[in-house]
């Protein structure tokens, strides 16, 4: 399958600072990046999806100006977490896709720990 | 409201059992997929079955897709151990998005 690498892996950070988060296709174009939020033992709850060139598109009860993400081009997106704060420690997992009719993959996730 | 659901939630089998694992929707999808995921890491592809009634094969796995693509079973032949993890489903509804639906996954634990 395609590869989607994300970094960093694992981040601890003090609250009230912002954590970016990448998430790169390494051998494909990606016209579509989800980014996900999972907490422990649950299902993966999308957050946003974006599509390259153009604004994402946000879940609802997902705050946008909390959860900004940028697409700049067909291999990276990037997740920041402003202004973090406990509640926000996370598993942050994005995935990738070439086209609507191709399969997405996943990053192998970001653990973010908010002290 | 779950639009996917799956069962049973938690599962804890011995090695060599058989065992078989649901995805259920009210829902039609137009195409469903199954992940498992390991603790500390991203979901991992095992399966992508588009057509009703289709069944595919991954050695000891075997998928299949419901005829009217609302519903998918995993059934595992032999379990091993080193198939622990979490198992999820993922449906793409039609539209413009084909943003993916996940299921709250299930967890398999095999017994040496």
């Known amino acids: 399958g395609a590869v989607v690498s994300q970094h960093p892996s694992w981040v601890i950070c003090k609250s009230g600072t912002s954590v970016k988060i990448e998430c790169r296709s390494l051998?494909?174009?990606?016209?579509?990046m989800f980014w996900y939020r999972q907490f422990p033992k649950q299902s993966l709850m999308l957050m946003a999806t974006s599509n390259e060139g153009s604004k994402a598109t946000y879940e609802q009860g997902v705050e946008k100006d909390k959860f900004l993400i940028n697409h700049a081009s067909l291999t990276l997106s990037t997740l920041t977490v402003t202004s973090a704060h406990p509640e926000d420690s996370s598993f942050y997992i994005c995935s990738a896709r070439a086209t609507r009719n191709t399969e997405a993959f996943f990053g192998q996730g970001t653990r973010l720990t908010v002290v | 409201t779950q639009l996917l659901e799956q069962s049973p939630q938690f599962l804890s089998i011995q090695e060599g059992e058989n065992l078989t694992v649901y995805c259920n929707s009210s829902?039609?999808?137009?195409?469903l997929q199954w992940y498992r995921q390991e603790p500390g890491e991203g979901p991992v592809l095992l399966v992508t079955v588009v057509t009703g009634g289709e069944v595919k094969k991954l050695k000891r796995l075997t998928f299949q897709f419901g005829d009217a693509r609302k519903d998918s079973s995993l059934h595992i032949t032999a379990a091993q151990p080193g198939d622990t993890g979490l198992y999820l489903c993922a449906g793409a509804l039609s539209g413009a998005n084909s943003k993916l639906t996940f299921g709250k996954g299930i967890t398999l634990s095999v017994r040496p």
């Open positions: 051998d494909f174009q990606a016209t579509t």
């Open positions: 829902s039609v999808f137009s195409s």
